[in-house]
């Protein structure tokens, strides 16, 4: 079925440092999301990349939509504290039915 | 209004017991889906209800019952649970159902209820 890779699986960095991690399918994914997610809360929606090539920002947050529409990368420059958390990628199941989600990238900022 | 609220955070039950997960959504969102997210790992679909109709189940076993009584509202009947099926279970909410391949629609999620089993 549709897997969604995505790397690394965990982060240590210092504060204010940027951060890079990416997803990617051997499928071919028309849309995707990006979420983070805190410690015993549900994840929220961060930014949405509907176009091939496509490049969002939201904040510090950058996401790109790859062109071959089979991988995606999310940037966070100037990390701080508050973005410790798992950021997971989702994308739409080729049934069309459901969300799946990448396994997680778990970030973890030191000061 | 952008939030999904989920009653209670927390809920610890025996292996015999009957509870109920509560979901309320009021941004008129016509989907409500049910997730199950053990830790440290991705949420997986359980349940997917467009226009109050059970419209997905993911083959879930039948001691998880999904009621949606209206349009705001999304429950979780539970009866008979194993201790593997401690989790944190998160409810979520789109504007339309899944449909359309080439857009998918943002869903927002509560904050879930980390369920133990004991």
């Known amino acids: 079925g549709q897997q969604l890779n995505q790397s690394p699986q965990s982060m240590f960095i210092q504060e204010g440092e940027d951060v890079s991690m990416n997803c990617t399918s051997s499928s071919i994914f028309n849309t995707w999301l990006w979420y983070k997610q805190d410690p015993g809360e549900g994840p929220v929606l961060l930014i949405a990349?509907?176009?091939?090539?496509e490049l969002t920002s939201n904040g510090r947050l950058t996401a790109q939509f790859g062109i071959t529409r089979k991988d995606s990368f999310l940037n966070i420059s100037a990390s701080i504290p508050s973005d410790v958390g798992i950021y997971f990628c989702?994308?739409?199941?080729?049934?069309?039915?459901?969300?799946?989600f990448g396994k997680g990238t778990t970030l973890s900022v030191s000061s | 209004d952008t939030e999904v609220t989920q009653t209670p955070k927390h809920l610890v039950m025996g292996m015999t017991n009957k509870k109920s997960l509560k979901c309320e959504q009021h941004m008129g969102h016509r989907a409500m889906y049910w997730y199950k997210q053990k830790a440290k790992k991705p949420p997986e679909l359980m349940f997917v209800?467009?226009?109050?109709?059970?419209?997905i189940n993911e083959s879930v076993p039948s001691r998880f019952s999904p009621e949606c009584p209206n349009s705001s509202l999304l429950n979780l009947h539970l009866h008979a649970l194993q201790p593997e099926d401690s989790a944190l279970y998160l409810c979520a909410s789109s504007q339309d159902p899944p449909r359309d391949v080439d857009r998918v629609e943002k869903l927002f999620f509560g904050s879930g209820t980390q369920l133990s089993v004991l």
């Open positions: 209800y467009s226009y109050e109709k059970l419209s």
């Open positions: 990349l509907y176009k091939a090539g």
């Open positions: 989702a994308g739409l199941n080729q049934a069309g039915t459901a969300l799946i």
